[in-house]
């Protein structure tokens, strides 16, 4: 299953910032239980997000609005340019809520921008609701995001991806069809070989994440270059390790 992020219909309105956030929740603390965290695709990097303290009024159709009145007050101001959406939705409603995927953004995923100009899958257990840039496999699964973000990864969404071009780069459409069609090394959990492989890049993935979450709070620039040596370490552990898991040589793959 892979879902994908909310169109609001008028972002303005519904996108707000944390000192905005705040000032509505001072007026009613019942307001915080529809402001979620928010994501747009360009937020997502590799095994990283960079969040923008943005989030989003989560008023999904058929809620009460009356519930929660600092964010009916808030929303006032955007009535008239609300009604002018196209489809139909009370003013105050969210165009398209995706609910059907509201159980995606609550819980641990794999996150990924519609478009980049390579594989940049990350893990978030934050809750994150995302833009219609972003795409959700409701995974937990760190096995996965590791084949997805390694060389063999790369080498088949740049073959398969439709691509636009760019400057000094091309950039790759991240359709769900491209990923449904992605070959998984699936696991035998009955050969004790395939086993130690799969823990071994659970745990290099965990490593990643872990150095990426220190890279972004590294202040020194030393620091950050030490860093920055141990991610390019491990990225290579991984995709020897990918290339193993698929009977291939890095020679082989030629991106």
Request: charged content about 30%; aromatic content about 12%; proline content about 4%.
């Amino acid at each position: 299953k892979i879902g994908y992020g909310i169109k609001s219909g008028f972002d303005e309105a519904f996108i707000i910032d944390l000192k905005t956030k705040n000032e509505i929740v001072i007026k009613d603390k019942k307001s915080e239980e529809i402001i979620k965290p928010y994501l747009n695709g360009r937020d997502i990097k590799r095994y990283q997000i960079i969040p923008k303290n943005k989030f989003i009024i989560y008023t999904k159709h058929g809620i009460d609005i009356k519930k929660y009145p600092a964010i009916e007050e808030y929303l006032k101001k955007y009535k008239s340019r609300l009604l002018q959406r196209a489809t139909r939705q009370e003013w105050f409603e969210l165009q398209q809520p995706q609910y059907n995927y509201f159980d995606f953004f609550i819980n641990p995923k794999i996150i990924y921008p519609d478009i980049a100009s390579e594989p940049r899958f990350a893990y978030d257990e934050e809750s994150f609701f995302g833009a219609t840039t972003i795409f959700i496999i409701p995974m937990k699964d760190l096995y996965l995001l590791g084949l997805l973000n390694s060389k063999i990864g790369a080498l088949y969404f740049s073959n398969v991806c439709a691509a636009l071009e760019g400057k000094n780069e091309k950039y790759l459409r991240f359709k769900r069809q491209y990923l449904l069609g992605f070959p998984v090394r699936i696991i035998n959990f009955s050969d004790p070989i395939d086993v130690v492989h799969h823990d071994h890049l659970v745990t290099l993935v965990e490593q990643m994440l872990t150095l990426h979450n220190q890279s972004a709070a590294a202040k020194l620039p030393g620091e950050q270059e030490r860093i920055q040596r141990e991610i390019e370490m491990t990225d290579r552990q991984i995709d020897k390790l990918v290339y193993e898991l698929y009977g291939l040589s890095e020679e082989e793959i030629k991106i």
